[in-house]
């Protein structure tokens, strides 16, 4: 017996006809309207160079936020992010600097990698098995990697050889970054795995509710170490990018990007307490941040007050967020 | 087809048109004039303020405009993000702190590949960069220097904390070995330790506090080849020295803030050294100014030594003319010694 074609895609997209969610609409509209701002703002704005320069930043700012949301979508939450980066950066620096190991990128690439989801599944292990906070966990993981990558490198940077450069400096007709193609390939996986998979599911009714899923069926803490690999794969992937760009794997790399991987996830409507994830939106999330930060160089904002404003911001974003979320309940409710 | 998607369609569009509009207006109108210089600093800093000063003074002096920016953080990744959003603006001229000398390459590069004129100055970048100068006091020389006072002060012999500042900056491992290459030359004198992964005042407060706690007795000089560092250590040493009875331990500093001064005046330590960052800024700009109008530089990259001058209780109150006197005399000298006139390529 065939089923009919309807009801066949309502399965594989556990029901979802929208496109986007209206969270994330909002989101694609605030961001216009940025935009619009700024290219009346500056005229160099609307140009290739600002394109191909601001995109490789959103890029960047998606594979940091993934790190962190697909952590918060599950509940938990993961301070290793940037830490992590810093590990795999060290580790890039050893393997592939002209000085060290002198791999070809190929080689290292893949073997820096690795260090992702070992260290993803080590939080998510010591989660689940021994029952500590993930906040517990991460926090004093966070403080090993730090301290292991500063004894490692000794606080010095190293090369990165000018044949892996084409990764974060290339790209298509001189405007189109390698890196934005490869943020929005993994966009669409990561989009594609929570909307119509069974895993993505799992996830998120993990984080919704551990207990009511561990009931139906779900190996909960099974998918707690999941979220901890992808988040292990997006802060080395983010490692990787930066590098390349950079043209050198500096220790330091790392050190602020909790707080991106935090402000991305929310700006981008990553709910904090668990089960609500938008890959679509934390890639709008990337580009508001990205935007703010650019309009405070264009309006020659008071440099020493940008933070205060970037803060601000944020809150207003998350304010708006709840605002909405208040008034669709009551008309819901109504 | 739902709401939302038709919503998301119509935005999309309506945002399009607009963007699209507003790119076929501004190609009609001519671009609004930039500042042809911009000075870039890194954080909001006393250095970076004598930095600005020179800038300020370069831009009252020659009437040619300059966009100061300062960044949100001590990092490479936050200088970088900041240029880029400048170069997109149109500004072509960029004099920036190398905060990571090996990092700021891929950035110095994409900012030369596309014309424009780079200066780094604070400290060096690494060989094979873009810029076309580095302005900074000799980093090597500074530490010897700051070393060999020291030894002297404790009349060459005794036991020396060397205190480094962070170590992600490039600049930390030149100023160690610079310590350990003085301290080696005089078999009299040894490190008794060596503290560093110093970012902040208070991190550098702490760890010097508990060497001094643990040791102080042992100590006869500590030397600090850093900002933070040496501000920490004049005002613990200042506490110490209060105390009747307490062991002097003698000192040699790096930078002048307002607080290492007054502990030299009244006594507390010995010895700082004054860098130039009032030239850091007036010599960069003067360069990016020379170099817009059409100078082009002698060799692809050229380092120019912006001095430091010790500072005592002797020297405490003239040491500033003499920096000044530093700088007019570097200036003076930038045409004839770094610099073609424009065209003297092709006129050869």
Known sequence: MTMPATVIQERVGFGQRDWVSGRTLGLILFAGILMIAMSLASPNFLTQETFFSQSRYVAFYLMVAMSQAVCLAVGDLNLTVGAVGSIATVALGLLMGAEQ???????????????????????????????????????????????????????????????????????????????????LAVLGLTSHMYRNTVLGRRLLATGSNAEAARLSGIDTNRMVVVAHVLSGCFSVMAAIMWASWGGNAAPETGDNWLIISFAVAIIGGTGLKGSLISPLGIFMGAIIFKLIQHSLVILKINDNYSNTVLGALILLAILVDRAREHFDGGRRGS | MTRNNKLLIATLGVLAAILACIKVYQSRRAGASLEPIVLYCVLPHPYFSGVMQGAEAYEREHGVRVRLVTGQESSQANVNQNVESLFTLGHRAFAIYPVDPAGSRGLFDRLKRAGCHVVAYGAQPEPGSAAAFAIATDTRAAATLAAESLVKLIGGRGRILNVLESLTDANTPIRDAAVREVVAKYPDVEIIQTIGDVTTEQKAREKIESALVARGDEVDGIVCTGYTTTVAAAMLLSERHARPGAKRIRFVGLDTDERVLAAIRDGSIDMTLAQNPFGHGYISCTLLGLLLEGWEPKAPYQFIDSGSVPVTKENLDTFEAGIREMTRTIVAELKMKYLNPPNALESE
């Not at chain 1, 606080?155 to 934005?180: C, D, E, K, R, V």
């Open chain 1, 101 to 183: 190991a002198g791999l070809s990128p190929w080689v290292a690439v893949p073997l820096v990698f690795l260090i992702g989801p070992l260290t993803g599944w080590l939080h998510g292990m010591i989660i689940t098995r021994l029952k500590i906070d993930a906040f517990i966990v991460t926090l004093s993981m966070m403080f090993v990697y730090m301290g292991l990558r500063s004894g490692i490198s000794g606080g010095n940077a190293y090369t990165i050889p000018q044949s892996f450069w084409w990764l974060g400096q290339g790209s298509i007709g001189g405007w189109l970054p390698y890196m934005l193609l490869i943020a």
